[in-house]
């Protein structure tokens, strides 16, 4: 549903073009990288520990090695030092940083942990190997709990470091205690970001092959972060980072989970080297569900400060997050990636921020969709709405106000950043009118007078969010290891051809696509002769790949700058060559002519072709014609919007509903309405299952309960409604574009939108609360608890 | 999500099955449509060494029309036992949960048969099976015998057909005149069931004069909730008598605690859902 169509100078920005990449990733044409085949390829395996904490005491591998077709079987006494993963980001100075083995030594802490690999020459014999490895444990105890992992006397994670806290971080903004002293009312709650395990169509898969005619090593990777890789593979492996290579070719899904350095890339990489053949990899979705990083897992504790007559005056966030068994490649910096947004789109005096790492033994958490700011977006969203019940406030009423009005922006928040637009006032005023905001309230009452079996309520979440991390010295400042640049090189070619290298990593975004229509509108030639390269360290050497909403937000500019020095140096060509001033040429729609005499022209095609044979160049002018541009941001974008959720609970079974959702986002400049389209859905998809289905749960010895998918419940088109979408248009201007970014901002507000539904369905019977996923067991449960007049 | 080496035996008739199960010993395993058997070789919790596929049998596809019952074939699908035009005129309980079973993929491949015979707590096709006092035709190297339901069922993924036996087809009484419903509680569209309540009423006259209920996955087995049957027969068609009734739903139940619920609430759900089940199969 996308009615305003917002268009910059040219014709194709704006456009919603079918995306060029579909055909051959919807037929299954493509190469993932399961389907790489290489001669004399080896197949690894992983032995996972089934236990979640334990000392190895032996490994036998003898029946193993007899069995046709295995090659080798390696445990941790082979690559003693050898690390499997690593932080990028020690958040505070007195971090407690883990070390993550490639293969376990002498302890596993966390059910799915390696302690032994096999490679054979059949993928079926590997894994049929795994089974005559024999691993003889003594039994540790587990730690699943956070707050027990803190209490004194817990066993440890990781014994030497004498405790299983890895972090505090604090950010006290303003004077919270003041705050609160001036306050009628302080609101607390305690809410749950429960853990989750993201799931990719397409699994983790890794193949490594040395190449034979160099020293160089190429690994094929399922990975979002092929430039990022590179760098950590080299100072993982010691391998010169100039001989290594990684591609990540069509990668099926990411979501953050593919936003990692893996312990089965590592191995892969040094088997390659070491043994001299072919190592691939395929992850099971088994496999998947242990091993690969997982997301969340906060416990908030939330305070807000607010006056009688409704205005918000500080908050305090208190977090746990669980950092699982060992620090991967952002897991302690993901809770922190939310700290500037608890306060949201809302004005207040202090907001305090404390964040508690916590060593478990459990798979490993890290980024996952929204990273950080759906655990904000979820605790501020929540709390205003447990606010404005207690004030007998009507919930949007509360939120408009305390929010920034749109003739404040630029508007400094309390965390310090400086939002540079927004209009909340129009999102949701558009998603009052699609929504039927009245109408449903109306419903609402009839059926709560006629004590109806199933309550309905209503969902509210107005958002707000960060993308395109981020000035590089702001990460700089923030501990964390890397730049936030992103980079372009745009050549012409000289058949016309354009040939458009760009450091993101698409995923399934539909990088292809949008590049296009920029570098179409900027340089005039048409969607159809331009081709994206990406992913690829030997084509594309230079960027920061893809994740955090930032590939349009970051690598959009390097786009447009590219194509405008393109455009440039061609300029000076077509004027030499039109025998005229370069400040006479005009060039519009790809085409350069000579102002007041239109006649005279040339095409940037014919320039290029020019370029390249470089018989009739202005003195000199190299040879060539390129572009290339590495934009290091101003600053974050910030998208928002206001999403409504219509939510039935069945008071008898406690299941919940969802009969209607609305989202208007505002992500300012769009390139292509219909990929922004497909963000908003699949967004949402995720958010709502964070809501509603998924969860991922550990009985007290660590063991993973929820390690298949009929355990695990992800939802299916059949299980979510038709979403009813538009957006406003504020651009952004800290970006070139007037763009924002719209990857995470369906799932990092919708999560809230459904939850603060579902109570408000049954907060008349007493509930203030529902744990997530708002199960029919969680939604029953808090109604029979406050039935029974306890705290839901 | 590889499982290990099996042989594997394309069977053109039952005497034949019968004669590859024998030849495989107890290794060996009937493969019907795959969906739940393959699912277990490949999470390796289960080898059989020899696969013994009936998919192929003819006999075993057949729905016939036998006077007063339906033998439905142990090997028609759960796609067709949806649809097929016997079924839902005569046992519309089965053709209306088959309707429920997974989702469209699983259901053009999966079987009646294997679906019984992998009995499943949480499977539909047994609850709906035990709830009309379906008969069960089993063929073995002694030949063939019938098992009432009451008998079939024998514990978790345990049924009375023997490791060299083959089940053929299962025979399901016309419930003309009764009305039905199956009643299924699931948290994602393709998703088992948490419960699930079969139940047909028979109703003259403004009285229940005859029922049967079943409930899904409130024990190793499917359970028949007798003591609601009794409760509702002769009383009246309401809303109010059938509520009362459905209070005992859950008594001498023995419900499992997993991931989407435990005992309490399943029992909890079981009142309801049979309250509504056999409501709405009452027409009311
Ligand atoms: C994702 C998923 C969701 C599902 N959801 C549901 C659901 O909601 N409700 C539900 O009821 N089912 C569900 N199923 C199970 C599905 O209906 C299966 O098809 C069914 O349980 C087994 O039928 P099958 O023909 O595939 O049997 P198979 O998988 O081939 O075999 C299952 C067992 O039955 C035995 N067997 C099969 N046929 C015969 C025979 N003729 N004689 C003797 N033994 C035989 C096999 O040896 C094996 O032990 C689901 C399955 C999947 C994969």
Not at chain 1, 240 to 266: M, S, T, Y
Not at chain 1, 464 to 473: D, I, K
Request: hydrophobic share 40%.
């Amino acid at each position: 549903m996308t009615e305003t169509v917002m268009r910059t100078d040219g014709a194709a920005i704006g456009r919603a073009d079918r995306r060029k990449e579909d055909a051959r990733l919807l037929t299954g044409r493509t190469n993932w990288t399961d389907n790489i085949q290489l001669p004399g390829t080896l197949y690894m395996s992983c032995l996972r520990s089934s236990m979640a904490h334990a000392k190895i005491l032996s490994i036998d591998a003898t029946a193993a090695l007899e069995l046709d077709g295995v090659v080798h079987v390696f445990t941790g006494k082979d690559f003693p030092e050898l690390a499997g993963s690593t932080c990028v980001w020690p958040v505070t100075d007195d971090i407690k940083m883990s070390t993550f083995p490639a293969i376990c030594l002498d302890e596993v802490k966390y059910a799915g942990d390696v302690v032994a690999i096999v490679l054979a020459n059949d993928k079926y014999v590997a894994v049929d190997a795994l089974d005559l490895i024999d691993v003889d444990y003594e039994h540790l105890d587990a730690v699943v709990d956070m707050e027990e992992a803190l209490k004194p006397g817990s066993p440890l994670v990781h014994s030497e470091m004498g405790t299983n806290e890895c972090y505090v971080a604090r950010m006290p903004c303003g004077d919270y205690e003041a705050a609160k002293a001036k306050a009628d009312l302080v609101v607390r709650r305690r809410f749950i970001n429960q853990r989750l395990i993201p799931n990719t169509m397409e699994p983790r898969a890794v193949v490594a092959a040395p190449m034979g005619m160099s020293d160089e090593i190429t690994i094929w990777s399922a990975t979002q972060i092929p430039h990022v890789l590179r760098v950590l593979l080299a100072l993982l492996t010691g391998i010169p980072e100039n001989n290594i290579r990684v591609v990540a070719p069509d990668v099926g899904g990411g979501f953050g989970a593919k936003l990692q350095i893996n312990r089965e890339e590592v191995l892969a990489l040094v088997l390659a080297k070491k043994i001299g053949k072919p190592i691939k990899w395929t992850e099971t979705r088994s496999e998947h569900m242990v091993a690969t990083h997982h997301g969340r897992d906060q416990i908030q504790d939330i305070e807000l400060a607010v006056t009688q007559d409704g205005q918000i005056l500080g908050m305090k966030v208190d977090l746990l997050a669980d950092m699982g068994a060992y620090l991967q490649i952002i897991t302690p910096g993901t809770p922190l990636l939310g700290m500037f947004m608890y306060s949201g789109i809302y004005k207040m005096e202090a907001l305090d921020f404390t964040c508690t790492g916590v060593y478990t033994t459990k798979t490993p958490t890290d980024a996952y969709r929204g990273a950080g700011r759906p655990e904000a977006t979820y605790a501020i969203e929540r709390i205003v709405d447990e606010a404005a019940a207690e004030l007998g406030i009507e919930p949007l009423e509360f939120r408009k106000r305390n929010w920034i009005k749109h003739e404040e922006f630029p508007y400094t928040q309390i965390a310090g950043l400086t939002y540079d637009t927004g209009n909340y006032e129009a999102a949701t005023a558009r998603a009052l009118e699609l929504f039927g905001y009245d109408e449903l309230r109306a419903e609402q009452t009839a059926r709560r007078a006629s004590g109806d079996t199933v309550q309905l309520g209503i969902g509210i979440s107005t958002f707000t969010e960060m993308c395109g991390l981020a000035p590089s010295r702001t990460l700089g400042a923030l501990k964390y290891v890397a730049g936030g640049w992103e980079h372009c090189t745009i050549r012409a070619l000289p058949t016309g051809k354009i040939e458009l290298v760009t450091g993101t990593s698409p995923h399934g975004q539909g990088h292809e696509t949008a590049w296009s229509q920029i570098a179409s509108d900027i340089i005039g030639v048409p969607v159809e002769d331009i081709e994206v390269v990406h992913g690829d360290t030997g084509r594309a050497p230079y960027g920061m790949d893809t994740y955090g909403s930032r590939s349009l937000a970051v690598g959009g500019q390097a786009i447009k700058m590219a194509g405008e020095r393109l455009v440039e140096k061609a300029r000076l060509i077509a004027a030499h060559q039109l025998e005229a001033s370069p400040d006479d040429i005009e060039f519009s729609a790809g085409t350069y002519s000579v102002k007041g005499d239109p006649e005279k022209s040339t095409t940037i095609q014919a320039v290029a072709f020019e370029a390249f044979t470089a018989h009739n160049l202005p003195d000199g002018m190299e040879p060539t014609l390129s572009g290339e541009s590495t934009v290091d941001p101003m600053d974050f974008s910030y998208p928002h919007g206001t999403h409504l959720a219509a939510m039935e609970v069945d008071t008898e079974t406690g299941m919940v509903k969802l009969r209607k959702y609305v989202a208007v986002d505002d992500c300012g400049i769009q390139i292509n309405p219909m990929i922004v389209e497909g963000q908003v859905h699949g967004g949402l998809a995720q958010g709502i299952a964070q809501a509603m289905f998924e969860g991922a749960l550990y009985d007290n010895d660590g063991n993973l309960l929820t390690g298949s998918m009929g355990d695990y419940l992800l939802p299916s088109a059949a299980d979510l409604p038709s979403f009813i979408t538009d957006r406003t248009v504020t651009p952004s201007t800290t970006h070139p574009l007037g763009t924002k970014g719209i990857g995470e901002a369906g799932a990092i507000a919708s999560t809230p939108a459904i939850i603060n539904g579902v109570v408000d369905a049954i907060r008349h019977l007493g509930v203030t609360d529902v744990f997530m996923p708002a199960s029919p067991q969680n939604v029953w449960r808090a109604i029979q608890t406050a039935k029974n007049g306890g705290a839901a | 999500m590889i499982p290990a080496e099996f042989d594997y035996v394309k069977a053109g008739s039952v005497d034949e099955a019968v004669a590859a199960l024998v030849a495989g010993g107890e290794d060996s395993k009937v493969l019907g449509g795959g969906q739940s058997l393959l699912p277990v070789l490949r999470l390796r919790l289960n080898s059989p060494s020899v696969l013994v596929d009936v998919s192929g049998i003819d006999e075993l596809r057949q729905v016939t029309d036998e006077g007063s019952s339906i033998l439905v074939g142990a090997g028609v699908t759960t796609h067709e036992v949806m649809h097929h035009a016997l079924v839902t005129a005569h046992v519309p309980l089965l053709s209306q949960a088959a309707g429920l079973v997974a989702d469209p993929a699983i259901r053009h491949l999966g079987t009646f048969g294997g679906s019984c015979t992998h009995a499943d707590p949480s499977g539909d096709m047994p609850s709906v099976a035990a709830a009309l006092d379906a008969e069960f035709v089993v063929a073995g190297p002694g030949g063939r015998r019938t098992v009432a339901a009451s008998d079939f069922f024998v514990d978790f993924f345990t049924t009375a057909v023997g490791l060299d036996e083959v089940l053929v087809a299962v025979r399901l009484p016309k419930m003309d005149g009764w009305g039905s419903h199956y009643e299924k509680f699931h948290r994602t569209a393709q998703a088992w069931a948490i419960v699930g309540v079969a139940a047909a009423v028979k109703v003259e006259g403004g009285a229940i004069t005859g029922a049967k209920v079943a409930l899904t996955n409130m024990g190793p087995t499917p359970v028949r909730a007798t003591s609601v049957e009794a409760a509702l027969v002769g009383g009246p068609a309401t809303v109010e008598a059938i509520a009362g009734a459905s209070g005992s739903a859950a008594d001498g139940t023995s419900p499992t605690t997993d991931t989407h619920a435990d005992a309490e609430f399943r029992q909890h759900l079981a009142r309801v859902l049979t309250a509504r089940a056999v409501t709405k199969a009452a027409g009311l």
